[in-house]
């Protein structure tokens, strides 16, 4: 479809392990956004990128997590050395440019054993 | 910083019957509002949008109304289906992250026959 696709859907992992989560969103957007939902924090804001570049990683929670975007197309989130509270749903927007109205995916759901 | 507070539900409520669901905001500068809504198993979709004072976002039978005066965006429709049902997110983006959401932590709406 012509949607935000993320992958996997699902991710269950061990403690300590490296995941990788993808985000493709929609064509043309130039603008990307991972957020984070968990039950205890709601949404939270992650990273914005504006092309390839992130001029907003302010909430990051740590130096594990790290993202990068590619061609101005593909993201890819990055969580090193899991824990236990790393476990939430991972969403990813898009928006035709700044400012714009955001476009969820349907998330990836990763779960830290 | 900027905030969303929303009621907590659920909002339980019998088919046909008026729904409000309260949002007031904290932001610096002039925020644009958004309600968003996630089904059951799917993503985050897009319901409504006011980006200044007075303005009434509508969708789908949905209204709220941008509040400056009391900073409050509540979302009302006047008669609820069960297809309603969902959990429903006030959210804004203002400055100094204007290109971000900031989230309420949702309300799930409950809608029987």
């Known amino acids: 479809g012509a949607g935000v696709s993320q992958s996997p859907s699902n991710k269950v992992t061990e403690k300590g392990k490296d995941v990788e989560l993808r985000c493709d969103p929609i064509?043309?957007?130039?603008?990307l956004y991972w957020y984070r939902q968990s039950l205890g924090q709601g949404l939270e804001f992650l990273i914005y990128?504006?092309?390839?570049?992130?001029?907003?990683k302010s909430g990051l929670p740590s130096d594990r997590f790290s993202a990068e975007r590619t061609g101005g197309s593909v993201s890819t989130l990055t969580i090193q050395r899991t824990q236990q509270e790393d476990s939430a749903v991972y969403l990813c927007?898009?928006?035709?440019?700044?400012?714009?109205?955001?476009?969820f995916g349907d998330g990836t759901r990763l779960s830290i054993l | 910083g900027n905030s969303v507070t929303q009621m907590e539900g659920p909002v339980t409520l019998s088919e046909e019957a008026f729904l409000t669901i309260n949002c007031t905001y904290t932001?610096?500068?002039?925020?644009?509002l958004f309600w968003y809504v996630q089904y059951p198993g799917e993503g985050l979709q897009l319901l409504l949008k006011?980006?200044?004072?007075?303005d009434k976002g509508s969708n789908k039978g949905f209204e709220a109304t941008y509040r400056k005066e009391t900073t409050s965006f509540h979302l009302e429709k006047g008669s609820v289906q069960v297809s309603d049902s969902a959990v429903y997110f006030c959210?804004?983006?203002?400055?100094?992250?204007?290109?971000?959401?900031?989230f309420g932590k949702g309300t799930m709406l409950l809608v029987s026959p």
């Open positions: 064509s043309g957007h130039t603008a």
């Open positions: 990128f504006q092309g390839n570049s992130a001029p907003d």
């Open positions: 932001a610096t500068g002039y925020p644009s």
């Open positions: 959210a804004l983006s203002a400055p100094p992250g204007y290109s971000t959401l900031t």
């Open positions: 927007a898009s928006s035709l440019e700044d400012r714009q109205p955001q476009h």
């Open positions: 006011a980006t200044k004072a007075d």
